[in-house]
């Protein structure tokens, strides 16, 4: 498997995973605001974590893979409005595993 794949990969995992914690954070916000209130300070870190850090570091794994594997400017946008969208990442990277590897992927 091609490290550029793998990283973007590994960065699509993580930024979708910290937006559906973000996302079920504000669910559990508009059903018990007193448990809002104490998890706070965690919604914080992982709000500031997935858009400051995480984000612009999958931006850039995604502007490499779209031009390490030639690929439609159209899937770059795809792939960074999968950043905003929760559960998106994690089909769009099975999507781009299925598009660019479709004998599966090769063992390492």
């Not at 858009?51 to 960074?80: A, D, E, H, T």
């Not at 769009?92 to 590897?101: A, I, N, Q, T």
């Amino acid at each position: 498997m091609n490290a550029t794949f793998r990283r973007y990969r590994l960065m699509s995992f993580v930024t979708g995973t910290t937006l559906l914690i973000l996302f079920v954070t504000l669910l559990l916000h508009t059903v018990d605001l007193t448990l809002w209130k104490q998890m706070s300070w965690f919604v914080k870190i992982v709000g500031i974590g997935h858009g400051v850090v995480l984000y612009p570091i999958y931006m850039i794994m995604c502007f490499n893979l779209v031009m390490k594997f030639r690929l439609n400017v159209s899937y770059l946008g795809l792939m960074l409005f999968a950043g905003f969208v929760p559960g998106l990442a994690f089909y769009l990277e099975h999507r781009m595993r299925l598009k660019l590897y479709p004998q599966g992927l090769p063992v390492a």
